[in-house]
């Protein structure tokens, strides 16, 4: 069975930082890409960043471009979001999520993903 636990979240002022921690179990995690997405209320959850398996190729949303960082470390099944300069905007449950097969460019689409974790909430106060 496939497991995502996702971590990391918190209250934290504009400006600060977060790093939220991704655990996966019950498949071979080198061989997939990782997405985070995030929902905010009342609006629809986008795609935040991905990062490949095999050769850890990543993407990022415009919106984070430059402020958000993805990372993975196979030999612990664990990705990771490092979330710098944080805004108001940012607020958001985030959730981690793993691609049905080397999604690529399409990365931002969230039915190209077919295990979520349980979301981690992020506020980010001004």
């Known amino acids: 069975e496939v497991q995502l636990q996702a971590s990391g979240g918190g209250l934290v002022q504009a400006g600060g930082s977060l790093t939220l921690t991704c655990v996966f179990s019950g498949f071979t995690f080198d061989d997939y890409g990782i997405g985070w997405f995030r929902q905010a209320p009342g609006k629809e959850r986008e795609g935040v960043s991905y990062?490949?398996?095999?050769?850890?190729?990543?993407y990022y949303a415009d919106s984070v471009k430059g402020r958000f960082a993805i990372s993975r470390d196979n030999a612990k099944n664990t990705a990771y979001l490092q979330m710098n300069n944080l805004k108001p905007e940012d607020t958001a449950v985030y959730y981690c999520?793993?691609?049905?097969?080397?999604?690529?460019?399409?990365?931002?689409?969230?039915?190209?993903?077919?295990?979520w974790g349980r979301g981690t909430l992020v506020t980010v106060s001004s």
């Open positions: 999520a793993t691609e049905i097969s080397n999604i690529g460019i399409n990365w931002s689409d969230r039915y190209l993903y077919d295990n």
């Open positions: 990062i490949s398996g095999p050769d850890g190729i990543t």
